[in-house]
């Protein structure tokens, strides 16, 4: 099933002066069938940093998005991982819900540095603005620096049967209340993972090893 939302306002898609929308850009180019994009192929600013490559495919992983799913990014940051899902599954949409405007601004310049049409922007918080976003998706990403009950509780209700949720966290608060929160809601095949990325820096001589903020991934389904 194909779906089709209806037009986002935060879509910037400019005007070619004949009353038509201009085309998007040329996109990035990446001719590899795998997931993972480079960091560094993505636009950052202060403050804002794109999840790394690692825990990137992770996430996709348990989120086994279909090729027409209908799929929620709650907490869009960057754009990084929404980006990463919209481009594996052109017959399907990905609307993304971000609070902060400098985030929905770099979110925006990177849908458009990827040529990304399937990709829609909403500015709002959740639980609140969460009916912005198309009734009924298959597949939940929730991106939470905190505890998060009434949010999970939120996308729950919205997330259709068999559907499938992602949620990361780098709290234990987070983790304890997506788990505790899940047994309460009878989730199916509730998996747990915490993920370190390490890599390789060179000073000079000297080669280390540095490590990432660590993530938990709370993979559950309805």
């Given amino acids: 099933m194909t779906h089709s939302p209806p037009a986002d306002p935060l879509r910037l898609t400019g005007s070619s002066g004949s009353g038509l929308p201009a085309p998007l850009p040329s996109p990035y180019g990446w001719d590899f069938v795998t997931p993972g994009l480079p960091d560094a192929a993505f636009e950052d600013a202060p403050g804002f940093s794109p999840t790394p490559m690692e825990l990137r495919v992770m996430l996709l992983a348990h989120l086994r998005p279909r090729a027409d799913s209908l799929v929620w990014d709650v907490g869009g940051g960057t754009g990084a991982l929404a980006l990463e899902i919209a481009r594996l599954m052109p017959a399907g949409a990905v609307h993304t819900l971000e609070r902060d405007p400098e985030a ?77 929160t899940l047994g309460q809601l009878g989730a199916h095949d509730v998996q747990v993972v915490q993920a370190t990325v390490h890599r390789m820096q060179r000073r000079g001589s000297q080669a280390k090893l540095a490590a990432a903020e660590p993530l938990f991934v709370i993979a559950a389904e309805r």
């Fill in 104 to 180: 929905i601004e770099l979110l925006e310049r990177n849908r458009l540095r990827f040529g990304i049409g399937n990709l829609h922007i909403h500015a709002g918080r959740a639980p609140d603005d969460l009916p912005q976003l198309p009734p009924h998706p298959d597949r939940v990403l929730l991106e939470v620096g905190r505890p998060l009950g009434d949010v999970l509780r939120a996308v729950w209700d919205a997330l259709q049967e068999r559907g499938r949720l992602v949620i990361s966290t780098t709290s234990l608060e987070g983790l304890v209340d997506a788990t505790d």
